[in-house]
């Protein structure tokens, strides 16, 4: 989350004070008259704002990042400062725009500007830091379709009254297991779908065959009798199913069904008795198979019913017990990936910290000179003349030097295959079945989600990742808005 402003969609704030007269007063320079709204601390200004379009393609649809169809800005908070903010500044306010009365006009086809009136500026300002969110976000938690749609990130530090210290301000993603579930604590049920996964695993590895005294398990087969073949295949098969690490319902639904079709015989008959050999053993495993789908569910999506991504959670064979567990995390690559720290994308948010300018003669309209041109004002290298640096008690116009950024980054991703035709690595990772043929042409691989690691905890007031953060966080984003399914030359 932290900025990266090649990739920023980027903007301007600006003030301007009310056209309005009054008697001169001896406290200002060159005769300048006081602003009628000075108060004592504050004058009241109009507000124009400024957000010119990106640019550059992204994973969202051009209505969330709001590239070819602005939606305006939301949720706007304006902290005023006497200076460059710093650790353990307090601002001298804090400004909730949408207060502000609707735009009074605007210049918006060509200048991408709206004008807000009567927003009061302490006097002696002269820094701004300005915050907001695209019209749409979530502010408050609520849907996960929404949170996916629009992302989410805190702001529980600008929710005023008034102003907090900036070391006070800072922002946070969202954890998608917020009613945290502890997985590595689960047990085998019926309840729960997680549950179920539990129960599907644990009711095959607890296959066995008996005849008073004589049991043979499947896990711990120890017999020298019968078909070695089939003795062979039974030992082989347990160890490649002990080795499992996928947890989600559809891979052990796949893995259960692959199981069955390496076992080689059909399931126990009904009023069948098993054989206490390997061909009774392996029967009784398929007939336990069957009955662990059943337990399992065709409509089980586990972890996708929590709104995790599949390759999210992972199971061991605890060996001392004898049972299936959840891990805690998954490995992937070198990266390990913890369920319980996988969050919603970040919302759009738009943040600038700036040096404020001011003049004491009121605008009339965005176009009627006296601002800078928008481009120049928009890349940072504007001529301010008869501009100020501070809020006088005669100041009727005031803008933001610097141009509006987006607060969060904005990552463009490509992936592409070396081939048409890719295999995977099943043969690798010593599966029950070899490489298979993986088609990445005519839609049969199509891009479904995006996990972006290293995310920190919290970030700061201006979006930089607060000092001894821990950067175990993983964005999660399933809304693939646009994405075009797989060819050789890249999704």
């Known amino acids: ?49 400024n957000v010119p379009y990106g640019n550059t393609g992204t994973r969202m649809s051009a209505e969330a990042t709001q590239q070819n169809n602005f939606r305006g800005i939301s949720n706007m908070k304006l902290l005023s400062l006497t200076a460059t903010p710093a650790a353990g500044t307090i601002p001298t306010s804090l400004i909730d725009l949408k207060a502000a009365s609707e735009s009074d006009g605007s210049d918006y086809a060509n200048q991408g500007r709206y004008i807000y009136r009567d927003v009061a500026i302490p006097v002696g300002t002269k820094h701004f830091v300005f915050y907001g969110k695209a019209t749409g976000t979530e502010t408050t938690t609520t849907t996960p379709d ?14 005023g009254p008034t102003a907090k210290n900036l070391d006070d301000t800072y922002f946070t993603l969202l954890k998608i297991n917020d009613n945290n579930i502890d997985l590595s604590n689960a047990v085998e049920g019926t309840s729960e779908n997680y549950e179920k996964v539990l129960k599907a695993l644990n009711d095959v590895t607890k296959t066995n065959v008996t005849n008073g005294t004589t049991t043979i398990e499947w896990n711990n087969i120890t017999i020298t009798t019968g078909s070695d073949l089939k003795i062979a295949q039974a030992q082989k098969l347990w160890e490649d199913f002990s080795k499992l690490k996928a947890g989600s319902a559809n891979s052990v639904r796949i893995t259960l069904n692959n199981l069955k079709s390496s076992a080689g015989v059909a399931a126990l008959g009904t009023g069948e008795t098993a054989t206490i050999d390997a061909d009774g053993l392996l029967k009784t495993l398929v007939k336990n198979i069957d009955v662990a789908l059943t337990t399992l569910g065709d409509g089980n999506t586990f972890p996708a019913d929590l709104n995790l991504p599949d390759g999210a959670v992972g199971v061991n064979y605890d060996e001392p017990s004898r049972t299936w567990k959840f891990t805690s995390s998954v490995t992937m690559k070198s990266e390990n990936i913890n369920y319980a720290n996988i969050t919603y994308p970040a919302s759009l948010d738009y943040f600038v910290s700036s040096p404020a300018k001011a003049r004491d003669d009121a605008s009339t309209g965005i176009s009627d000179g006296i601002w800078p041109a928008k481009d120049e004002w928009t890349k940072d290298n504007a001529t301010w003349t008869n501009w100020g640096d501070e809020v006088k008690n005669t100041t009727r116009t005031i803008a933001l030097k610097k141009a509006i950024q987006y607060g969060v980054a904005n990552l463009k991703l490509t992936i592409k295959a070396n081939a048409n035709i890719l295999l995977d690595n099943a043969k690798d990772k010593k599966g029950q079945v070899a490489d298979q043929n993986v088609d990445v042409t005519n839609n049969k691989l199509v891009m479904t989600g995006v996990l972006i690691g290293g995310q920190p905890t919290q970030v700061e007031w201006n979006y930089e990742p607060k000092t001894g953060n821990a950067f175990d966080l993983t964005i999660y984003d399933k809304k693939m808005n646009g994405a075009t399914p797989a060819t050789k030359n890249g999704i």
């Open 1 to 49: 989350m932290n900025r990266m402003n090649n990739f920023l969609l980027m903007g301007s704030v600006a003030l301007s004070g009310i056209v309005a007269f009054s008697a001169c007063s001896s406290e200002n320079d060159m005769g300048a008259e006081v602003n009628p709204t000075f108060d004592g601390k504050t004058v009241k200004t109009q507000f124009a704002l």
């Open 146 to 159: 929404k949170l996916f749609e629009y992302g989410y990130l805190s702001d529980n530090s600008l929710a």
